[in-house]
């Protein structure tokens, strides 16, 4: 299974790779920021991917040393990038927000997945409003993933 990573939270990601490994026994492909991001789900396919909807601009790597401003909306940018792209991917959304917007509308983190269905064809299995070191948040998360399998 082809998993990508798209968090830009160091200890958040590190839960994340926990939870892949122990859900899947996999290593997901790790990318910290909505350029990078774009661009690597135009370029390869996935068969899922967990993604936070809040990025920063450019990663860690980023030349110049400067992450750019944090995106309220970076997870949307990838969504963009894999319609655009024609692409279908199974997406978990874990984030830290119980709201964002969608479309210009603000939309409530549970009610995401029909609306991203609707509007950039991704199957969404589940979103996980995401709190630090939480044994419930963890277990949730690993729920959906063993679900892919």
Do not use: W
């Amino acid at each position: 299974m082809k998993i990508l990573l798209v968090e830009d939270e160091v200890h958040k990601r590190d839960e994340l790779k926990d939870c892949v490994q122990e859900a899947l026994g996999e290593f997901p492909k790790v990318i910290d920021c909505v350029s990078n991001a774009v661009l690597d789900v135009m370029e390869n396919n996935y068969d899922l991917i967990i993604l936070d909807m809040a990025l920063s601009t450019f990663g860690d790597g980023a030349e110049d040393k400067i992450k750019g401003h944090d995106q309220a909306q970076g997870g949307i940018e990838v969504l963009r990038a894999l319609k655009q792209s024609k692409k279908l991917t199974k997406i978990i959304i874990v984030t830290q927000y119980p709201d964002f917007y969608i479309g210009g509308k603000k939309v409530k983190l549970k009610d995401s997945a029909n609306i991203i269905l609707e509007k950039y064809n991704q199957t969404v299995l589940g979103t996980i409003l995401y709190h630090y070191k939480s044994n419930t948040t963890q277990q949730k998360i690993i729920s959906i993933l063993r679900s892919c399998k």
